[in-house]
């Protein structure tokens, strides 16, 4: 069926099930239940650690068919999914169901593992473009993927529709009781929020450490009446492979002037305030916003809340100034951040689920004044695409994209609306991550877009000087610069079920033709 | 029927249920299940904070047979429990399960609200004596209360035994959307790791606090993703009552020497390296053995690992003094370790259940070299019971002490033989807290008397000079000084169900006769 953002859908996708369609960014709160779970008492005296993964998946009784788990704050210097999933497939356990909260390049030796049954399935949220979100464009994964959103991994995980059978949690600092910490040791990679979840709600956990401490291990992020094991190994990653992607400023012209244009929209809007919220990607443009944010605050004496997400250097500066009152972090995405979430007391961690789950009792997302995202594709209703390329294929998951767009108060899109050869507005894009419904602005160097529902936001900005234009307008400015787009052709085949950070189903990925 | 330590306890019991009967400490592991929860989700844009306790209780719905949960780390100071059930009494709800993780003196208020059937059945792990305790054993209370100790207390909480309606959280520090803190603030009481499964667990909670910190409040111990609604109130307590009961170390010489030779007894049994662990309660005694092993590590150069439990100012000298790694502090018995708590990250919370559930992957309790405890009465199989005097009145719950006494590898009890006139080894003691197959040595001030099951122990303090006597021994020599004492004589009600750890009945308080 063709559900509200007039996406095809059906109602029962093979190897996912069941669908709930999406009815609406806020139609899915009320009473929600946390799953029931399960633990193996420890017996006084026992020791939790054990000699190898090897021994660890024997321990944990892993079979096929189950679903395993890990967290992916190591990011593209992750070694934990590669090490455990092979060490699987040596044992000859097949038809595992992958859920990990990121997957990148680093993650290409999972590649002949999706060609051979091991892995048939993967849940992710955070997305890397690279070999494995190829294969599964190119229909080698058995089921369809499922690609939520960081607040909708662990409402899954919590209300039992993700039911996890074994975790496995990269451990930079953990002692042999299984106390553990992100944020000390060679491997050092900030906060392990995403795995949270998974530690409360997995039937077995283990911890994979590099980092062997004396007991008690301090500070605690997981503790040891949550794991299982504890298992030593040379190294879970290289720390170098943290920072992926960019997190630096822009320097592009281009994009400066976009991010002052942004910075002067937030401030029209009224948002630049005493007690003022923020959330950036790692993004140079969404970083150039921050930093304008950062030059009024000073200017005016502002002193604001909180900065929330995945926390750069700019956000720790930002604290360190007293421009924040704290930090509230799931990921760190650089250095500095690691460092800060050691030594800061102010630089806190929160569970994903805290963060953008929105079947609890108060995310903080809803917290957050203005959120600043990227998109690859924007359409004339504001739903944006950060899944799929325009060629259809998977690029990345949607992060907190969703979760924060609906809890802000303003959420702004700021891109260039010329990338490469493309125009980044659309009449309708190639897959919805995000609903129009909760996208206020758009900026781009060809003009600011606003979101018709957002009347106030409109007249705030009248005789601001901001270019301010119809998002058809700038569609057709940008069509008129790159030509009609040629659209993807798709064949039937569903290699990925886009779920809305309530669990209902917004999208879904089809295989490429060709 | 009796059960395995010859008390004398029904299959059932009329206002508790069906009896699991106890079968001993370490009989009750094996896999266990942690129920499912109920949550709301939170409306993005909609105020958690309420004008008072009294809408508080109308929007959370309390009605007549509800559970509320309390905790205690204001201990005498704290006013939200009368505060909160004098506002359920007004608006004429009744037949209230009072799910107080503590009560104290400062509850007397209480007492006229169980006569009027507001308050019908207690569970509680904390009991000083005072005026609740001596109308329970009156027996005022419609149901029998549920005495539990602190590792049992969540463990009845996850595992869905006792089920929360309403958590009402004092909290001495939170912001408006409900994360909150007990270490800052003009009511700071330390660490609030008593309500942390109510949080988790109730289906609603609500923050009661004095101190609304502007968002978001920092550190965060329970954070709004579990917290209902935020009611600010005057006072939540007098920090003065905090430090309710002794914790100074004795000065009494005969206490002196009970320390001494406890102290030469835990080095005799070789626990005394590094590495060591320890544990004491608040107890003049305890607190002079703990200043004897300072003194043994300082002498020799020995680091431990860590000290826990209930944190008083010894703990934080020998923290700070680097003679332990960090602490693990289930509730602050002074202001000393309220300051360190708020200011020193290796002074950290532990969860109730990460204290001392069985039912978990592995509690702290389970880590302890070394455990000094107290005893109203201790019987010649070493079974002990810190409930009800030897006149058969409710005096205590078990507190952490079966909790300790099964987790650590050594558990030592130091008191007096002879208290006012009475002798503290007896043939049976009036109730069982703690079971003799978890007590190692009893250290009294006429002998050292060992468990003969810790054969081991025995041959280890050969030749030590410590006077080793056989506690029966110990036994004839106190009574022959006291007297045969006069048994308290009982009716048949049942005015006290006594929990083991586990939640299987280890022994029922009868209500003394006249």
Redesign the interface.
Known sequence: MENILGREVPDFIEGYGSVKHFTGA?AN?????????????????NR?LLSSVTEAIAKTGVKDGMTLSFHHHLRNGDQIVNLVMQAVADMGIKDIHLAASGIFACHEPLVPLIEKGVITQISVNTFNPGPVAVAISKGKLQKPAILRSHGGRPRAIESGEMHIDVAFIAAPSCDE??NLNGTRGKSACGYLSYAYSDAIYADK?VAVTDNLE???N???EI??????YVVAVDSIGDPKGIVSGTTQITTDPINLRIAKQAAKLIDKAGYVKE?MSLQTGAGGTSLAVAAEMRDYMLQRGIKG??GSGGIHAYFVDMLKAGLF??L?DVQCFDLAAIASAAEN??H?A??A??YG????????V??LDVMLLGATEIDTAFNVNVITGSDGIILGASGGHNDCA??AKLTVIVTNLLKGRLCVVKDSVTTVTTPGETVDALVTEWGVAVNPRRADLLRALEGSGLPVIDICELRKKGEKLTGTPKEPAFTDRIVGVVEYRDGTVIDVVRQPAG
């Open positions: 806020f709160l009320g009473e929600r239940k946390k799953v029931a779970t399960k633990i193996q008492s420890a017996v006084p005296g939790k009781s299984g956990v004396p007991y008690p301090c500070p605690i503790g040891q009446d949550l794991v299982d007690g809340s909180f009152r704290a509230f007391p102010r806190m929160m569970s689920s805290m789950n929105p079947h609890n009792r108060g995310c903080v809803n917290n609906a809890g």
